[in-house]
């Protein structure tokens, strides 16, 4: 199995931005990250392939970026206008194909205060 180590959530003000970090044990397909917020289901932030390909969750509208580093095994979030509502846990996943996560991490909380 898929081991995820994640980093770089904390608290942010309303507008500002975080970078999410999650490196991968060994090489896999697909990478990306979900989130929940309290009391809401688990929902796709964005995903992104060995080969560049990327899918964000309509929410996200241009305001988050992932990239990757396939040689480090890391795949990364860039979150920019951040907003009170993007509060939640965000969870790395990974898996063969983007729509079937296989591996998670443990989680990172981001908090935007507004």
């Known amino acids: 199995q898929v081991q995820l180590v994640e980093s770089g959530g904390g608290l942010v003000q309303a507008g500002g931005s975080l970078r999410l970090s999650c490196a991968a044990s060994?090489?896999?397909?697909?990478m990306g990250w979900y989130r929940q917020a309290p009391g809401k289901q688990r929902e796709l932030v964005a995903a992104?392939?060995?080969?560049?390909?990327?899918r964000y969750g309509e929410f996200v509208k241009g305001r988050f970026t992932i990239s990757r580093d396939n040689a480090k095994n890391t795949v990364y979030l860039q979150m920019n206008s951040l907003k009170p509502e993007d509060t939640a846990v965000f969870y790395c996943y990974a898996g063969v194909i983007w729509t079937i996560p296989l591996s998670w991490g443990k989680g990172t909380l981001v908090t935007v205060s507004s």
């Open positions: 992104i392939t060995t080969g560049g390909t990327t």
């Open positions: 060994i090489s896999i397909n697909a």
